[in-house]
């Protein structure tokens, strides 16, 4: 059974820096492009960086040049480095396969920006 688990999460000042982790159980994280995905309070989901298996990634425009997704084949591990937060990053943080497979949802990871 697939398992991913997002940790790093945590409450930072609006302008801080947190990096979020994604641990797969299995080759998961190898073999599919990976993303993470954000759900704000009252909102939909939706994802926010990809990369491909290439390693070529993906950003939403409220995240370019601020977020960064990279992975760890080795280590079975997608990282997400956030910079520049602000109040409206605040979120619950989840990683999934792109597209996401519902059986692959893990508990997210909260992130609250606020001073």
């Known amino acids: 059974q697939v398992r991913l688990v997002e940790s790093g999460g945590g409450l930072v000042q609006p302008g801080g820096s947190l990096t979020l982790s994604c641990a797969g159980s299995?080759?998961?994280?190898?073999?599919?492009?990976m993303a993470w995905y954000r759900q704000a309070p009252g909102k939909q989901r939706e994802l926010i960086a990809r990369i491909a298996r290439s390693g070529t990634t993906t950003y939403a425009d409220s995240v370019r040049g601020r977020f960064t997704i990279s992975r760890n084949d080795a280590k079975y591990t997608v990282y997400l480095q956030m910079s520049s937060l602000k109040p409206t990053d605040t979120a619950v943080y989840y990683c999934?396969?792109?597209?996401?497979?519902?059986?692959?949802w893990g508990q997210g990871t909260q992130v609250t920006v606020s001073s």
């Open positions: 299995g080759i998961v994280t190898e073999i599919y492009p």
């Open positions: 999934n396969t792109e597209p996401a497979r519902i059986n692959f």
